[in-house]
């Protein structure tokens, strides 16, 4: 044979060897294959149904914090009607102890005016009647009934703007009136909650500057603002100045509410809107007055509400009203 | 300077297969002897044969090299029942090989001494360790224990010897000897330049589940219930597969790490993994696609090529998982084609299926037992 072919021989051998090497081999393989075909097939399936139980299991998940949130809701709710009574019952307690002053001094007067006709009386039945007795007597009628009367016309106008500030905080009703008047009302109302030999209050602004909105709403809002002043902003003996400036720029009425007392720092600065944050907890603060203020400033009232404040300065809210809402 | 050659044939026949690779190699380093080799083969060759040609081919060669599920080179890509030889020459490089026999009986010192013995042949400092150990008589973890023991901080890098899914018995290559249970151990010191990169491919899937009861690295109970039954819901009854590990989430942590199975006792339910889980960790049954597979195979080697420290490595080295030929079935040399396109040059290089690959974490440092991963080692003069 001629070394060529047998160069070729020699080669088609190795090739005939690899050959048979390889499908020894792919058999092996094959059936190596399908095995982890089978046992791939399964445990996809396997990891489906996994998949089926964990979906299930969110679906429950997610229904319950569905409901945990419904009832957290509701709870708030009841939280914010609880707040609403109790401003309500501030401002009975307001009413009483304003009115307690002029009906009292009536009560003396008609008293005083009632001894002095009895003895009056007994003079005229003796017989003895003097024309200066009568004279003084009827000075001093005179005198107690103009009183009376001052004291008891006092106590209407009195129970009239209770009347206003009750009927405007029970029920939310739009109507026209006077923005710096009606502070002056609510102001008046609150009267009791503070000592006037600490506290000052002012109400600067224009009598004219007129809204349409709702009282109720905005004597909330006020209501928070200045019961917060004194819970939060002054310690015991410190003499404090709330002070309000109502202002108007084109469509927008401006109110602006500051106290000197102690500020808000401004790492919580941020915070004082949201729902429940208090600092006051241990003294009963349930952290929902600013809350409310907010809501009803930005939704019912559809105005913006703003605060600026220093540690040691006092605090600045901000509330832009447009003059009449819709 | 760093010389590299390489041979690689698919003859079954064992004389004519070392013929062939050994006129490869020849061929590439005319007349300069070899330092030094490492040697990848095929369970169903005639290992002594080989390694006499080898040897007598090129005398006092520091040769390493074990059995494979697989071998890969830059001369025939992926192949099975094939041989593969890399030989390595430099004046300034020094290789040393050495062995460690009967590793099982006490893993950690028989490993630690193999080092040392070579590190005493020593003079120039050392640069790196390859080693093709024993994976079947006994705990890989241990004898990389030993390793590290006598090389610190120095990597370590290499895979366990394989059977081609047979697991009756692996063999080890040193020199002209054919052993089991050993631990071959292969140091280059001097001046050489390498980096390295490693990556998986295997995604957790399925329910997550606590490890309530484990000692090192045997797990008994998964979620309350005999460690096994985790297996069996998901591999409908069959015993635990190594091509699906555990993917273990240690406590509080995001990042996984894969451990396959490597035996399970019936009696106790029990699963014994290829490293140890820490207590109370997290573990998922993994699963890998081919896609996934090849990916992380180029993005192993992106990562090694972009480490590489000096202008442009001599050669490559891979050790990749035996799982993942297993998961690519007749697309394996797809794994290959991947590194290749991903390198910025055409690079001499081989590498082998392994039972387990060895290489350092890419953020501590720390060598590792990996499972399932693909680990490419650039080298190249200084
Ligand atoms: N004028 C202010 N000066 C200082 N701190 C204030 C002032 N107004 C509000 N704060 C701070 O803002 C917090 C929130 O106020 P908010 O009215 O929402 O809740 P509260 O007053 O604590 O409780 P609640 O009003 O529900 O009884 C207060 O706890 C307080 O720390
Ligand atoms: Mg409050």
Known sequence: MSPKFELEIKQLNKEIRILKKKLERSEVDRARLEATNRSKEFLLKRVICDLQEYQSILEKKSSDLEQAFNELTKMKDKLVETEKMAALGSLVAGVAHEISTPVGTSVTLASTLMDETRSLMMTVKTGQLKRSTLNNYLDIAKESTNLILNNLNRAGELVQ?????????????????????????????????????????????????????????????????????????????????LRFDVTKYNDQIVIQYRDDGCGIPTQILEKIFEPFFTTAREKGGSGLGLHITYNLVTQKLQGRIAVQSEVGKGTLFTIELPTSVT | MLKVAIGHSSDPDSLEAVKEVIQQCQSTLADQTPQAGLLFAAIDFDHHLILQQINEAFPKIELIGGTTDGEISSVLEFQQDSLTLMLFCADDIEFRASIGRNVSQNPEAIARQAVETAKHRLTLPIQLCITVPESLTTSTVSILQGLKAALGTIPIFGGAAADQWQYKRTYQFFNTEVLSDAVPVLLVAGKLFFSYGVAGGWRPIGKRSLITKVNKNIIYEIDGKPALDFYHYYLNNSAPDA????????PGQEQFFLRGSVGHDLERGSITVSGDIPEHSVVQITDASIDDVVMASQTASTEAWAKYPGQAPDAAIFFSCAWRRHILGTRANEEYQAIAHSSKQVIT????????????????????FHNTTFVTLLIGSQ
Do not use: W
């Open chain 1, 161 to 241: 703007s209770f009347k206003q500030v009750a009927v405007d905080q029970s029920s939310l009703e739009q109507r026209t009136f006077s923005v710096k008047h009606y502070l002056e009302e609510v102001a008046i109302s609150l009267s009791p909650q503070f000592r006037k030999d600490l506290h000052t209050v002012t109400i600067e602004g224009n009598d004219a500057i007129a809204i349409h909105s709702y009282p109720g709403a905005l004597a909330q809002v006020v209501t928070n603002l200045m019961t917060n002043s004194l819970i939060h902003g002054y310690s015991q003996q410190a003499k404090g100045h």
């Open chain 2, 349 to 368: 290089g081989c590498g082998f299926y392994t039972y387990g690959e060895i290489a350092p974490l890419s953020d501590t440092g720390q060598t590792f």
């Open chain 2, 243 to 250: 091509v699906y590990p555990l993917a273990v989430f240690p």
